[in-house]
């Protein structure tokens, strides 16, 4: 099973950047789609960014587009989350999580099997 830890998580000022590292172990990534989610207090998970593992094709959210990227590195197994002009509407919970099969991608978080602890990203006005 795979197993996803991440980090890099803060406290940022408006406008800052932060970058969040995922770790994956376990079976080979390869073929799946690893996203980033996001949830803040009371609301539900939220679809952030996601990237193909083999490929390299990436999905982004209206609210991600033009300041966060999302990378991979087959090699290391790692998944990165560069974000940038942080708002805090960004504050939140995120997490990474791989979908729950070699399928097409999807926003929906129910569609994602495995799930990190998260880390909790919080931007200050």
């Known amino acids: 099973q795979v197993q996803l830890v991440e980090s890099g998580g803060g406290l940022v000022q408006a406008g800052g950047s932060l970058r969040l590292s995922c770790a994956a172990s376990?079976?080979?990534?390869?073929?799946?789609?690893v996203g980033w989610f996001r949830q803040a207090p009371g609301k539900e998970r939220e679809f952030v960014v996601a990237?193909?593992?083999?490929?390299?094709?990436?999905y982004y959210s209206d609210s991600a587009k033009g300041r966060f990227t999302i990378s991979r590195d087959t090699a290391q197994n790692m998944v990165y989350l560069q974000m940038n002009s942080l708002e805090p509407e960004d504050t939140a919970v995120y997490y990474c999580?791989?979908?729950?099969?070699?399928?097409?991608?999807?926003?929906?978080?129910?569609?994602?099997?495995?799930w990190g602890p998260g880390t909790q990203v919080t931007v200050s006005s």
């Open positions: 999580g791989v979908r729950s099969g070699r399928i097409l991608f999807t926003s929906k978080s129910v569609g994602y099997a495995h």
């Open positions: 376990g079976p080979s990534l390869s073929g799946y789609v």
């Open positions: 990237i193909g593992w083999n490929g390299g094709t990436t």
